[in-house]
């Protein structure tokens, strides 16, 4: 009796284990190669043309260049609506809705898909408490301003 009650224990423990990675925790446990976004878009959101272009032209240095632009979090969900992303790349400090809250809303959201798409979020501060947020709200890593393609590709990769 002992015997079986460990085994059904076990079994449960699994897919307890399987049910939590798949649809509960954020999708940051497995290594990513940047050769799986090359081909599919790229979410950049910032507040700033000249940071977009930044990012969009490392982006290019690194050989992908399919990437969708968004100058605030209003715009961003609309475009995530429009067409799934493999990436989004978006700046913390941004007005009306802050990079912290556009992640909070994509993370609750009803999508699956949408909540599971690896997010890496830009800061032009070292502050521990905002990577540390970041990385609550369900930010698969930060990347702090300014950086360069080789940095971006570490990032993305250590994801």
Same mark, same amino acid.
């Given at each position: !009796?002992? %015997?079986?009650?460990?085994?059904?224990?076990?079994?449960?423990?699994?897919?307890?284990?399987? @049910?939590a990675t798949k @649809?509960? !925790?954020?999708?940051?446990?497995?290594?990513?190669?940047?050769?799986?976004?090359?081909? %599919?878009?790229?979410?950049?959101?910032?507040d700033y043309v000249?940071?977009?272009?930044?990012?969009?032209?490392?982006?290019?240095?690194?050989?992908?260049?399919?990437?969708?632009?968004?100058?605030?979090?209003?715009?961003?969900?609309?475009?995530?609506?429009?067409?799934?992303?493999?990436?989004?790349?978006?700046?913390?400090? !941004?007005?009306?809705? *802050?990079?912290?809250?556009?992640?909070?809303?994509?993370?609750?959201?009803?999508?699956?898909?949408?909540?599971?798409?690896? @997010?890496?979020? !830009? *800061?032009?501060?070292? #502050? *521990?408490?905002?990577?540390?947020?970041?990385?609550?709200?369900?930010?698969?890593?930060?990347?702090?301003?300014?950086?360069?393609?080789? *940095?971006?590709? #570490?990032?993305?990769?250590?994801?």
């Amino acid at each position: !009796m002992k %015997k079986l009650m460990r085994l059904l224990l076990s079994v449960l423990a699994c897919f307890v284990v399987i @049910f939590a990675t798949k @649809f509960i !925790m954020p999708p940051a446990a497995v290594a990513l190669s940047f050769n799986e976004f090359v081909d %599919k878009p790229i979410l950049v959101v910032d507040d700033y043309v000249t940071m977009r272009s930044i990012v969009r032209k490392l982006l290019l240095q690194l050989g992908t260049s399919n990437m969708i632009e968004a100058h605030d979090g209003e715009s961003a969900l609309r475009a995530l609506r429009k067409e799934n992303v493999a990436l989004i790349i978006v700046d913390w400090t !941004m007005q009306p809705m *802050t990079g912290l809250q556009l992640l909070k809303e994509i993370r609750a959201d009803a999508d699956i898909n949408l909540r599971n798409v690896p @997010f890496l979020m !830009m *800061t032009a501060e070292t #502050r *521990t408490d905002q990577v540390k947020a970041s990385k609550e709200a369900g930010a698969n890593d930060c990347i702090i301003k300014p950086f360069n393609a080789q *940095t971006l590709k #570490r990032k993305i990769e250590s994801m």
